[in-house]
C-alpha cells in the first residue's frame, strides 16, 4: 500500500495579455500541507489570470480537490 504524504504541481499558462512584458507564461504551484490535523492546500503564484469564475471552479475541480481526496484518503 501507497501513501501519500505530500503533493505538488505546477501549472502553467501563457501570460495574459495585461500581463508582464518580459514573460511569456505565468506560473502556478499547488502543494498539500498536513498541519497535524489533515491536509490543506497551499497556492503560490507570482501571476496568474483569471477570465472568469468558471475559470477558478475548472482549476478546483481538476487539480485542487483531486489533490486534497487522494492526500486525506491515502
Not at 495574459?16 to 490535523?37: F, K, M, V
Not at 472568469?52 to 487522494?70: A, V, Y
Request: with cysteine; charged share 35%.
Amino acid at each position: 500500500m501507497i501513501s501519500v504524504t505530500e503533493y505538488k504541481k505546477q501549472l502553467s499558462q501563457e501570460e495574459d495579455s495585461c500581463g508582464r512584458s518580459n514573460e511569456t507564461h505565468q506560473y502556478l504551484d499547488i502543494e498539500t500541507t498536513d498541519n497535524g490535523a489533515g491536509y490543506y492546500a497551499v497556492i503560490k503564484t507570482d501571476r496568474w489570470a483569471f477570465d472568469d469564475r468558471e475559470d477558478w471552479i475548472k482549476l478546483w475541480d481538476d487539480h485542487i480537490e483531486p489533490m486534497l481526496k487522494e492526500v486525506n484518503e491515502g
